[in-house]
């Protein structure tokens, strides 16, 4: 399959799928998820549930997609940590997120 | 599992970042000095030290210290300055090269020596980075 006719069909299924798939990059949330790792991130999970302290997410940040685990709620602001606390800069700098930008929660890895 | 494993084999890869290069674009180089700034001490009461746990615990700090400064000066290098900054400071690779050694080097030294060696050279680029800011 050609490239060109590749792009519509992913973002064809990017749009629709329920279900994402990313690669990990970085090592802010080993010995979790390692860097490379791939993950699928379910969108419609958060539809029927909040969000829980320890779920592994994935959100938009000014947009860029980060992976990380909310580690405190505070009226519906979410605080996010990578595991791997010595290697991640996460809420401590960028400040809770909303729940708007949360995409969905990893629900394979 | 299985058609997971399907689901994940259709659908196109994405990346989500995992570490610290950030939007938001958050660097200082305060952060390699707070660790060397450690190391200097652990040097300083080392030799005050008798008992061969407490030489061992400073031993295995000074040495975890003296990793989280490589890796907070390799941020700064390879995320923080770009071409344009090797232009105005064309010593700036020297200078991280010298300083990341310098932190090798208080790894297997008790020498406060060393460790000074080591603060001033993040002085200096600090001293780099603070131009690369007021320029702006």
New interface residues.
Partial sequence: MSSKKQKPLNNFLLNLSPILKFKIAGHSMSPTLDDRQIVLVNRFYFFFKKPQVNDIIAANINGKIFIKRITKIKINNYFLSGDNKKDSIDSRKFGMISKRNIIGKVIFK | MKL?NL??K???????????????G?YDPAQARIEAESIMKILEKYSDLHEEEQKWRAVFVKEERAE?VK?HLWVLWTDYFKPEHLEKFPNLHDLFWRATKAAGQVKKSVDPADGQKLLDLIDEIADVFKKTKTAK
């Fill in positions: 997971i689901i994940g259709i659908l196109p890869t994405q990346i989500a970042y995992a570490h610290c290069d950030l939007p938001c958050v989280l890796h």
